[in-house]
């Protein structure tokens, strides 16, 4: 009877979390209407570096962009989400002519000009080991470098996750760019701004999935980004598989960022459409020891483009510089 009950239980369970993962999805429509001012992408890339590559552990061939300087210190920059590198080329440029930094940008696995599968990877943790990849090649070439690890939304929340794992040791500081947390952290405006359309239903079928160690439809897909077609090229990543969203996200954002004992900047705007700028200095203060600073008139996208960002950055980054 007890065997009976249980069996009972378990494929009640799989036929809900079937359902959810089956049906659990939502229509994203071209919208008129900017969530993000993405308007401050429209920049001249016209120095852009070409796209160098380097292999992962998988035998795969990924890409990024260098922007060399006459610097030991290495600036590994990480884009949000929907996009790639190209658009830190403003920050990376000033960064690498200024001297204060080499500058490397990669274009994380799912995304970029080409990507084998674009919006997914093949498992969770695969971004962490992609960066850690990219790190032993610049720690090849340049044994005496010291790493700084950043990023800017997305990426922020992936520099986070990467700062809990088995990896958090091996860079020298943290750059945080209106780092994105968790869906429903004090920092988080609903839906990222209305950027962020997660298919919800489907999210928590696949996590029931997860729990009992099912993942064979983690590929699906789970997130959507309203990107205005306007600003569409071809090279933007407008959904995400389960697995990619997941896994470019922190784990636990408590825990990871209690875990950072390097030096670590996190820098906002007050005007940002995504996030609640305000709210990064309550949440973030009993975690990590953090120099935090809400960049007056700077949107979500202003806070990596603008001008008045690289002050900041390079200041920062030259206490590194500093015997």
Not at 37 to 47: A, P
Not at 89 to 102: E, K
Not at 141 to 150: C, D, F, K, N, T
Not at 181 to 207: E, H, M
Request: net charge negative; charged share 20%.
């Amino acid at each position: 009877m007890t065997v009976r009950i249980v069996a009972t239980f378990i494929g009640g369970y799989l036929i809900v979390a079937g359902l959810l993962v089956a049906f659990g999805t939502s229509s994203v429509t071209d919208s008129e209407a900017e969530t993000l001012h993405f308007d401050e992408l429209r920049l001249d890339y016209g120095g852009l570096p070409q796209l160098q590559h380097y292999n992962a552990r998988d035998g795969s061939s990924l890409s990024y962009r260098h922007y060399p300087a006459d610097s030991d210190l290495v600036l590994v920059l990480l884009h949000g989400s929907g996009w790639h590198s190209r658009y830190l080329y403003p920050m990376a440029r000033h960064l690498s002519d200024s001297g204060t930094a080499q500058v490397v940008t990669p274009d994380l696995r799912g995304h970029g000009e080409r990507p084998k599968r674009r919006g997914d990877i093949d498992y969770v943790d695969q971004l962490e080991d992609d960066l850690a990849d990219l790190l032993a090649e610049i720690r090849t070439r340049q044994p005496e470098a010291r790493i700084v690890l950043g990023g800017h939304s997305s990426g922020g929340g992936l520099a986070i996750r990467f700062a809990g794992s088995q990896y958090g040791n091996q860079v020298d500081g943290y750059l945080l760019l209106a780092p994105f947390l968790r869906y429903d952290a004090p920092t988080v405006r609903p839906n990222s701004g209305g950027w962020a359309q997660p298919y919800t239903l489907r999210i928590v079928g696949l996590s029931m999935l997860e729990k009992i160690g099912l993942d064979r439809f983690s590929h699906l897909p789970a997130i959507a980004f309203d990107l205005p077609e306007p600003y569409r090229d071809g090279t933007e990543t407008l959904t995400y598989s389960y697995r990619l969203m997941t896994g470019f996200a922190p784990r636990d954002y408590r825990k990871d960022l209690a875990a950072i004992s390097q030096p670590t900047l996190l820098l906002a705007g007050s005007e940002d459409e995504a996030f609640v700028a305000e709210q990064f200095q309550p949440t973030l203060e009993p975690l990590v020891d953090a120099d935090i600073e809400v960049l007056p008139g700077l949107s979500h996208m202003g806070v990596v483009v603008s001008e008045d960002v690289r002050p900041v950055v390079d200041a920062w980054l030259r206490e590194f510089l500093t015997p």
